[in-house]
């Protein structure tokens, strides 16, 4: 990294009616920037204004974490959608949550992709660039998380969206340095330590380290935890207390840029 200064995000607000997901409450005591559900995978109504009360109270900013609309698979689903049926869903989904955040006296500030949508968007430019029209349909002003390195990333700086680059603390890395499908052996880590080990080597590093230890170099202004995973709380507190003790400030998304 060329900056002492660095974002950790997490994928909050993604309960649903009775149905209970992740620790949103902790979480946002760690993570300067949640990205919430617009209900398409997760999160109805009042969880996103709940969700965007708390985070504001919090002093995290603000992002929308649109899907595909696949509720009863987590958004996990590869779907085939016609560009502007997609470009639609997604303008309509970043639309609620902008809504939400103004009725709460707060702003959105970026949109991050969820799931098969954003990893579909990291290998495809056609899709990529449907995702960012969308974006800056609604507001050109806003911040593309996107995973440093895909075709989403450069999708955004093509049509002129600010872009913030993320690596994933709890995800490996294969050799074109996207990340590891999660139905391969190893994609997922599990414990704090192995997320701290893996986010200091890149941080050290200062690029993507892959399974098989090959350095990609490249800049990343943002670190994300899921938020869904048991291991949440306990890797976003152990990551937050490392680079703190590395020097490193921790700021809100807008403000690494």
């Known amino acids: 990294m060329s900056s002492a200064t660095i974002n950790l995000n997490a994928d909050l607000g993604e309960s649903f009616g009775a149905w209970q997901m992740g620790n949103d409450a902790e979480l946002l005591r760690i993570v300067g920037t949640a990205n919430i559900a617009c209900g398409f995978h997760a ?3 009042l969880v ?3 969700t965007v009360r708390r985070a504001l109270a919090a002093g995290v900013s603000l992002g929308a974490h649109p899907s595909f609309p696949d509720l009863q698979g987590f958004g996990r689903r590869a779907m085939q959608l016609p560009a502007a049926e997609l470009e639609a869903m997604l303008i309509y989904q970043i639309g609620a949550l902008s809504g939400i955040a103004k009725a709460e006296g707060g702003r959105l500030t970026h949109v991050k992709p969820h799931g098969a949508l954003n990893n579909m968007a990291c290998e495809d430019t056609a899709l990529a660039t449907s995702v960012v029209s ?9 911040i593309l998380l996107a995973p440093a390195l895909s075709k989403l990333a450069f999708a955004g700086e093509a049509l002129g969206l600010r872009v913030a680059a993320e690596i994933f603390a709890d995800r490996t890395y294969g050799e074109s340095g ?13 414990s704090a330590d192995e997320c701290v080990a893996h ?3 890149m941080l050290d590093a200062g690029g993507i380290v892959t399974v098989a230890g090959q350095l990609i170099r490249t800049e990343f202004h943002s670190i994300c935890v899921h938020g869904d995973g048991p ?9 937050r207390a490392s680079l703190l003790a590395a020097g ?7 403000e690494v840029l």
């Open 43 to 45: 999160g109805d109504p």
């Open 48 to 50: 996103m204004r709940r």
């Open 134 to 142: 969308a974006i800056r349909s609604h507001d050109p002003s806003l």
């Open 178 to 190: 996207n990340l590891v499908p999660r139905s391969q052996v190893g994609a997922l880590l599990h």
């Open 199 to 201: 986010v200091l080597r």
């Open 231 to 239: 291991q949440a709380v306990a890797a976003a507190s152990a990551i």
């Open 248 to 254: 490193i400030r921790l700021l809100p998304l807008p």
